[in-house]
T-cell receptor, first 111, second 112 residues
Framework: AQTVTQSQPEMSVQEAETVTLSCTYDTSESDYYLFWYKQPPSRQMILVIRQEAYKQQNATENRFSVNFQKAAKSFSLKISDSQLGDAAMYFC????????FGKGTKLTVNP | EADIYQTPRYLVIGTGKKITLECSQTMGHDKMYWYQQDPGMELHLIHYSYGVNSTEKGDLSSESTVSRIRTEHFPLTLESARPSHTSQYLCASSEGGTGGYTFGSGTRLTVV
């Protein structure tokens, strides 16, 4: 069975600053994928970034990057130059067969 | 543009009514999913389908039922709505075994 743990129920960051959201996971699979999803208030859940577990290089998408530590089963998300539009619930997830989500971290961006 | 659509976006309905939440996708994805999102925002898988005429129950027990008669359509039905069914329901689809899911905008259901 797979599990995902997000230990920060809420986080806040000042506009233009950098914030890191934590995620740890557990899986017995050798082939799996990791994801961060963003769910703005009353809006659609969208994929932020994806990491293949077999790749050592950390994924990057513009201001979003991950720190993937496979041995530690850690998959944190770094948001640089935070913007007001980054305010949302962020879900970490892992997938081998089905997608398993963490409980989410609510990110507030202060102007 | 390929996407996944859920209707209605919001629904308020009386106890005992039968309701169907619609979900359709235009991407040709074989795999589709229904999640229930509780007030604390945690996501619970309640149903999934890996293709036409294939449906399975998810990790969270639900009184709802689903059907998959066409690849693009995956409706969820509650035969008799109760206040405990009040929640947000998210539909999603995926193309393969390792990709991410594409989500619909959700249906926020309130049973009074």
């Amino acid at each position: 069975a797979q599990t995902v743990t997000q230990s920060q129920p809420e986080m806040s960051v000042q506009e233009a600053e950098t914030v890191t959201l934590s995620c740890t996971y557990d899986t017995s699979e050798s082939d799996y994928y990791l994801f961060w999803y963003k769910q703005p208030p009353s809006r659609q859940m969208i994929l932020v970034i994806r990491q293949e577990a077999y790749k050592q290089q950390n994924a990057t998408e513009n201001r979003f990057s991950v720190n993937f530590q496979k041995a530690a089963k850690s998959f944190s998300l770094k948001i640089s130059d935070s913007q007001l539009g980054d305010a949302a619930m962020y879900f970490c997830a892992t997938r081998s067969e089905k997608l398993v989500f963490g409980k989410g971290t609510k990110l507030t961006v202060n102007p | 543009e390929a996407d996944i659509y859920q209707t209605p976006r919001y629904l308020v309905i009386g106890t005992g009514k039968k309701i169907t939440l619609e979900c359709s996708q235009t991407m040709g994805h074989d795999k589709m999913y229904w999640y229930q999102q509780d007030p604390g925002m945690e996501l619970h898988l309640i149903h999934y389908s890996y293709g036409v005429n294939s449906t399975e129950k998810g990790d969270l027990s639900s009184e709802s039922t689903v059907s998959r008669i066409r690849t693009e359509h995956f409706p969820l039905t509650l035969e008799s709505a109760r206040p405990s069914h009040t929640s947000q329901y998210l539909c999603a689809s995926s193309e393969g075994g390792t990709g991410g899911y594409t989500f619909g905008s959700g249906t926020r259901l309130t049973v009074v």
